[in-house]
């Protein structure tokens, strides 16, 4: 009895770890987009470069994600936890110091490579912890975590700019990752995947080079044009090594990436349900700070304070979506959260630039209000399509999809609201309309202004104002069709995937392949 009141225990402070780990997750992006402006005046950076501020963070994380739940999977998600958070800390504390932009985007990408690791340790750690409906319990309680440090990172960060300048955002982060560094060590059991067959490099290499070329491609076209060679070249090659990605994981004996389980409905409903949040409620995350600090004026503390109206439902949501699931099917409750979502973003759209703050609260609401349902379900699908084992395998896949769609998402946006702002800004700003619409989506108006002075402050934010509303109508179209498809994929049927139909069709797929390329495993 009383070793069994110690395990309790010790699985509480496993998920206070996670959770400490996961609120600092968000902290890392929502803070650079408040600080921005602060950031692009104290360093100087072009837009593409500031652009990067936040890709460079959710590229290497993105990327990274499958690979080190390959490697919590076959070296010990124990190890790969700790390990990813000390390097996690180590860039926190260095960007902190960073003395040019370059400096800073080199280590906001080392800070996603040890984001990944902890993550991935992290989440598949505890569901070796908890089985069943406590796993998705916890993986609620995770999501709300994550939820405070969307909700409280704008305002917090907000608070430190204004009050000791922009090093000061990394404070919370490090402070939240070094009390999950104490309480992993301490609590974490180390556990590992008896059947992995460790980290399958060359997969990983051109998958991360493919998300990076593709990342690069897109946020350079706004600034060079799509078509100049550059930008052509970027993208075929992306294409090109993505292509190259899935040659490789079809030949290996243990993929990186196991393409099987595509061939699953319920599986391929939890990816496509990993992605939906980017364009309906995270990319709004970069966005609209960019729009309240830099584009209406407001101070950092006011455009924070913004953001708890659409993120302060994520504090509450996700633990309350994980406990409707014994009545209603996650299906429902996700496609119920993501039309609520795509509800709230219409309605945004019809306030313009300078609207009255406090008119903006109510649909800011409603998008938190709808994407915290399925935010709070995500974690725990994820590994429950899977067997136990492959846990980290799975939430690498889902956190792949999910951050790297993140990220391009972010790209894909950015330019198309810079595309949208340089077709309104009209004859005036004639050539010079791309380069002003890139400086203006960055928040830096007084850029914009130079390059075509005859073109009034009102007339930028008009063609800026435009843009954006044209663009949530592009978003809340995109959330509803989404919502369809999840909802269709992963309404149909409850059955997880087991191992022996993983590798019945592995071998199966394995034959497939095989007979393409004249290979068999045990030439590999």
Known sequence: MREEIRDKRGRRFVLLAVCCAAAAMPLTFTGPAVALPSISRSLGADPVALNWVTNAFMLTFGSSLMAAGALADSFGRKRVFIGGLVAFLLFSIGLAFAGNIVWFDVLRALQGIGAAAAFSGGMASLAQEFDENERLRAFSLVG????????????????????????????????????????????????????????DWKGAASFTAALTTLTFGILQGPESGWSHPLVIAILVASALLFLAFWRIERSVARPMLDLTLFRYPRFVGVQLLAAAPAYGFVVLLILLPVRFIGIEG??????GRMMIAMSAPLLILPIAAGLLTRW????????????????????????????????????????????SLPWGLMDGLAVSV???????????????????????????????????????????????????????VTGNLAQAALLAPETSHAALLRAYGDAFSALLLLLTVITVATAAVVFFFIGRGDKAVDDDEIEADALSFEAIACGETGTSRSNL
């Not at 407001?298 to 455009?303: E, I, P």
């Not at 609520?340 to 938190?368: C, N």
Request: glycine letters at 14%; hydrophobic letters at 55%.
């Open 144 to 199: 709300a975590s994550f939820g405070v440090g969307l909700a409280f990172g704008p305002i917090t960060s907000g608070l430190m700019v204004e009050a000791f300048g922009w090093p000061a955002i990394f404070a919370l982060v490090v402070l939240l990752a070094g009390l999950s560094l104490a309480l992993g060590a301490v609590f974490l059991r180390e556990t590992r995947d008896p059947d992995a067959a460790g980290l």
């Open 328 to 371: 209603f099917r996650p299906a429902a409750i996700c496609g119920v959260g993501l039309l609520l979502s795509a509800v709230g973003l219409f309605w945004l759209g019809r306030f313009p630039v300078g609207s009255e703050p406090s008119t903006l609260f109510a649909p800011l609401l409603l998008i938190g209000l709808g994407i």
């Open 298 to 303: 407001m101070s950092a503390v006011a455009g």
């Open 386 to 440: 899977v067997p136990k084992e492959r846990a980290g395998m799975a939430t690498g896949i889902f956190s792949t999809t999910r951050v790297a769609g993140e990220g391009i998402a972010l790209a894909i946006v950015t330019a198309i609201l810079s595309a949208l702002t340089a077709s309104n800004l009209g004859a005036e700003a004639g050539a010079n309309a791309g380069a002003m619409a890139q400086r203006i």
